[in-house]
């Protein structure tokens, strides 16, 4: 798989740097990945979760760190592409601004 960007995964561990051997991992992870579908996404992340926003699109929340953080992308699959959208505290992921984001871009 092809992730765009590693700059906001860094971006976030620079200020959370508990983040950053997690958030390392899942991109590696990521582009060695094979995935088709949020099944297969399952068998490496199966906290995974696919979430259709009011606009219809749908992204993957992935648990980051034994859950602490939230990396929220989105996957096309058919292109074999990754687009990281926000990486949010657990608390920041919980008050759903996100969601409101995303659905303007």
């Not at 765009?4 to 620079?14: C, G, K, V």
């Not at 696919?50 to 648990?63: D, P, Y």
Request: net charge positive.
């Amino acid at each position: 798989m092809r992730v765009i960007s590693r700059r906001r995964l860094r971006e976030f561990w620079e200020v959370h740097p508990d983040a950053e051997p997690a958030l390392k991992t899942w991109w590696k992870l990521a582009l060695s990945a094979d995935w088709a579908n949020i099944r297969d996404v399952r068998v490496v992340y199966p906290h995974a979760d696919a979430v259709r926003l009011a606009s219809g699109a749908v992204v993957t929340v992935f648990n980051i760190a034994g859950n602490k953080f939230r990396l929220i992308v989105r996957i096309i699959y058919p292109y074999r592409r990754i687009y990281v959208k926000h990486v949010l505290t657990h608390a920041d992921y919980d008050l759903g601004l996100w969601r409101s984001q995303l659905c303007r871009e």
